[in-house]
T-cell receptor, first 109, second 113 residues
Framework: EDQVTQSPEALRLQEGESSSLNCSYT??????LFWYRQDPGKGPEFLFT???AGEEKEKERLKATLTKKESFLHITAPKPEDSATYLC??????????FGQGTTLQVKP | DGGITQSPKYLFRKEGQNVTLSCEQN?????MYWYRQDPGQGLRLIYY???????QKGDIAEGYSVSREKKESFPLTVTSAQKNPTAFYLC????????????FGEGSWLTVV
């Protein structure tokens, strides 16, 4: 069964304290892995798409990486405005998009 | 600006009432989706449509209905048969095909009163 698990569920960081969020997946044929940022009461905002192991993408303080079993979202020197819930989703050969539960990040000044 | 517009942002439904959530996109995407988001749970797919005049049930379609008469529009009706409709509803769209990025609207809150 296709499955996506994100960890930790919640993460508290001090401003400037770098860390990583994890997205582990088991799917029948990966067609794409997606990262989104969601602020409270708003729709998810697209961040990155990764298609193959070894691929990396960056945007400002965020960097997403992909292996055959998991993806990491690295946050370098985070700021309070990076506080949000980060969602991971995986598209498989079945055509379905499966979402993880999300990691809620809080960055304190 | 290109994007996905959902309305209304907040909607209250009385018991036994049907309500319709609107979703319009001007991204020229063929595929459109409706998801439901509940606290502590991941997004769950209600219905999706890959092309005009065609749509498929997702994982939790019971108590919901949709139509796709125009490429730009994919309204969702929450019927009285939906026993627990209070949730955050998200409309999304993408280019047709597996592995393409889907983009979301701002969401609609539905509360049963």
């Amino acid at each position: 069964e296709d499955q996506v698990t994100q960890s930790p569920e919640a993460l508290r960081l001090q401003e400037g304290e770098s860390s990583s969020l994890n997205c582990s997946y088991t799917v029948s044929g990966l067609r794409g892995l997606f990262w989104y940022r969601q602020d409270p009461g708003k729709g998810p905002e697209f961040l990155f798409t990764l298609y193959s192991a070894g691929e990396e993408k960056e945007k400002e303080r965020l960097k997403a990486t992909l292996t055959k079993k998991e993806s990491f979202l690295h946050i370098t020197a985070p700021k309070p405005e990076d506080s949000a819930t980060y969602l991971c989703a995986v598209s498989s050969n079945t055509g379905k998009l499966i979402f993880g539960q999300g990691t809620t990040l809080q960055v304190k000044p | 600006d290109g994007g996905i517009t959902q309305s209304p942002k907040y909607l209250f439904r009385k018991e036994g009432q049907n309500v319709t959530l609107s979703c319009e996109q001007n991204l020229n995407h063929d595929a459109m989706y409706w998801y439901r988001q509940d606290p502590g749970q991941g997004l769950r797919l209600i219905y999706y449509s890959q092309i005009v005049n065609d749509f498929q049930k997702g994982d939790i379609a019971e108590g919901y209905s949709v139509s796709r008469e125009k490429k730009e529009s994919f309204p969702l009706t929450v019927t009285s048969a939906q026993k627990n409709p209070t949730a955050f509803y998200l409309c999304a769209s993408s280019i047709t095909g597996t592995g393409n990025t889907i983009y979301f609207g701002e969401g609609s809150w539905l509360t049963v009163v």
